[in-house]
């Protein structure tokens, strides 16, 4: 069953599933030996005034579609620039299916809410139109397969806050895999996703939102 559903999520390469990623049976990051990387902040945290204005930084083609959807309250830009990032997303109705996979809501075993919520990150967060994409057999498989399910979602997340300006390049994840940025402004992919909106903040990370997910080799 693991077998047949590795050469699935294999044949969605190029959709990419970018999140997370180590195998930790517990569920969570802390226990996948990741965590004492992942909570160290870096030198890429953003600047006072973007702090001042959380809109200061954000790029991509599909920011003022965002705005328009979630104009005010918690998950909107500046609503989710007050709370820590799991807490965040979980206000915003475009990362339903994200949240759900991260807060062990997809698979009882996989919950990194607290450790998310606990550190310094950039998250790269495939909007719910992204898990779509992904046929129902693997996401059956993925209720139950929590190594699976936790090396997807950490190969998402990159320890440290990293700014639009400074994103580009190869990027190490929790996971331990390497994500690809490519491009800058309006145009930014993370290997073959694109970026629909980033440089979206929360009181602990920047939060890039994405097309696809993205998978890790």
Same mark, same amino acid.
């Given at each position: 069953m693991?077998?047949?559903?590795?050469n699935t999520v294999l044949a969605l390469g190029a959709a990419s599933l970018?999140?997370?990623?180590?195998?930790?049976?517990s569920g969570d990051m802390a226990s996948s030996g990741s965590s004492s990387s992942a909570a160290a902040p870096t030198s890429m945290a953003p600047s006072s005034s973007a702090m001042a204005d959380p809109a200061a930084n954000l790029v991509g083609p599909g920011c003022a579609d965002y705005a328009k959807q979630v104009p005010s309250g918690a998950g909107s830009v500046s609503g989710m620039a007050a709370d820590p990032v799991a807490t965040a997303a979980s206000n915003n109705p475009l990362l339903t299916t994200l949240v759900s996979a991260v807060s062990g809501k997809l698979n009882p075993k996989v919950n990194l809410v607290s450790t998310l919520n606990g550190?310094?990150?950039? %998250?790269?967060? &495939?909007?719910?139109?992204?898990?779509a994409k992904i046929d129902a057999a693997t996401i059956e498989t993925l209720k139950t397969d929590d190594a699976l399910l936790t090396k997807i979602l950490t190969y998402h997340v990159v320890p440290g806050q990293i700014t639009p300006d400074k994103i580009a390049g190869d990027q190490k994840t929790v996971q331990t895999g390497t994500?690809?940025?490519?491009?800058?402004?309006?145009?930014?992919?993370v290997n073959d996703a694109n970026v629909i909106c980033g440089?979206?903040?929360t009181a602990n990370a920047t939060v890039y939102l994405?097309?696809? %997910?993205?998978? &890790?080799?």
């Open positions: 693991n077998k047949t559903v590795r970018a999140l997370f990623g180590a195998a930790c049976g550190g310094e990150f950039t %998250v790269f967060a &495939p909007v719910d139109s992204a898990f994500v690809k940025v490519t491009g800058s402004g309006d145009a930014i992919k440089g979206v903040k994405i097309d696809s %997910v993205l998978m &890790p080799a």
